[in-house]
């Protein structure tokens, strides 16, 4: 196992604590997985680390991480549409997937200290896995971000510095620490570790289905949950569990859509766009920085896409809410994304969408 430089192949060994290559690009995890099987499960193990011999981990530091995230349910919501209750985590969101494997890689080479930048679910896993493996957090958010995702990121001892300006400045503000002091960059983006925890989305959903649902709407901003499901796709797919790859609807907000504008003109990496206010704060990303790695599974695999109307995240907000799914507003945007994509290609039966975040977490106007 060992981290190879998407831009220029250079390989390095996963101890390295260089947050990307030297030339720039960023690793990808050269690692294959035995083939996913139901009977090589470890059902004694209540959470995502029930298929930790399909996943990159190096010694057992997981078992002192974990705090019990995954094994969320997969519920019928309608004849169309399952719902899979990924806000039912320890810190009410399904980062908390990949921030427990990225920790537990933290903690096996020996990191005291991370930093991380993140518009504030990310970042709250991380402070909240930190705490539970002694490591010092410091987590930068853009302005704007929900006061209770800080608060909760303080709650867990870390600390939460607001950066003025839009996500994407808060990331430049967040890297020019780690270049210049030099701190571990435990960041969702940048560190591969995080997708061998996401990738467990679809390992859960096959297992309690028994199958996979035709379409899969996913919420789409640096790609974070995009990544594993289709690196959990293809390892289904390479096991011989699943005989096809399903339709998959990448979501963006109509207020900042780089990929949706990148699949339009064909192109092989995003342009910058001005990311203008949106409710839908989580996918709010004006320049994703995997967007060739992203770009190129969305063509081999004819990534559809869907766009939320802004006007229509509130409302379907309140509509959740009354059938008792209380989502923070990006996880609504989600489902409004989908209802969009119904009305221009008519009823989408057979339909997965994840509940991302809890309501809690954005209770603002």
């Known amino acids: 196992m060992k981290f190879i430089c998407t831009k220029c192949g250079h390989e390095e060994s996963v101890t390295t604590r260089k947050p990307a290559c030297d ?12 083939p996913f099987s139901l009977d090589k499960i470890d059902k004694d193990i209540w959470g995502l680390f029930r298929y930790h011999r399909f996943m990159a981990l190096e010694g057992d530091a997981w078992k002192d991480i974990t705090l019990g995230e995954g094994m969320t349910p997969v519920i019928p919501f309608n004849d169309d549409v399952f719902l899979k ?6 810190t009410l969101s399904f980062k908390d997937r990949g921030a427990a494997v990225l920790v537990a890689h933290c903690k096996s080479i020996g990191v005291k200290k991370v ?19 002694g490591i010092e957090c410091e987590i930068f958010v853009p302005e704007g971000t929900s006061d209770k995702k800080i608060r909760m990121i303080r709650a867990h001892g870390a600390t939460a510095t607001i950066v003025p300006g839009d996500r994407d400045h808060c990331a430049a503000v967040c890297r020019k620490k780690v270049k ?11 560190n591969p570790f995080f997708y061998e925890g996401t990738k467990t989305y679809i390992y859960e959903v096959y297992e309690q289905l028994h199958r996979v649902p035709e379409h ?7 790609g974070t949950l995009f990544i594993g499901i289709v690196k959990g796709l293809e390892e289904l797919l390479a096991a011989g569990c699943i005989d096809h790859m399903p339709q998959l609807i990448l979501v963006q907000s109509e207020r900042c859509q780089p990929f949706v504008n990148a699949m339009e003109k064909h192109l092989k990496e995003t342009e910058k766009v001005t990311i203008q206010p949106t409710l839908a704060e989580g996918i709010a990303i004006g320049l994703p920085m995997r967007s060739p790695e992203i770009l190129e ?5 004819g990534v559809k896409s869907a766009v939320i109307p802004e006007a229509t995240i509130l409302p379907t907000r309140a509509m959740l809410a009354e059938q008792g799914i209380y989502c923070e507003h990006t996880t609504a945007g989600v489902y409004a994304g989908y209802l969009q994509y119904m009305k221009e290609h008519g ?3 057979d339909s997965l969408i994840s509940m991302c975040g809890a309501g809690l977490k954005s209770d603002h106007a």
């Not at 030339?23 to 035995?34: A, I, R, S, V």
């Not at 990310?122 to 539970?132: E, I, K």
């Not at 210049?180 to 940048?190: L, R, S, T």
């Not at 599974?297 to 695999?301: A, G």
Request: charged share 15%; glycine share 10%; net charge negative.
């Open 85 to 90: 209750m990924d806000y039912f985590m320890p």
């Open 347 to 349: 009823r989408t039966p």
């Open 297 to 301: 599974y969305i063509y081999k695999y």
């Open 23 to 34: 030339c720039g690009g960023l690793w990808k995890l050269d690692f294959t997985p035995e």
């Open 216 to 222: 899969i709407f996913i919420p789409l901003g640096n």
């Open 180 to 190: 210049d002091e030099g701190v571990f960059y435990a960041n969702h983006v940048y």
């Open 115 to 133: 930093v991380q930048d993140s518009s504030g679910n990310a970042g709250n896993s991380v402070a909240a896995y930190c705490a539970r493996a």
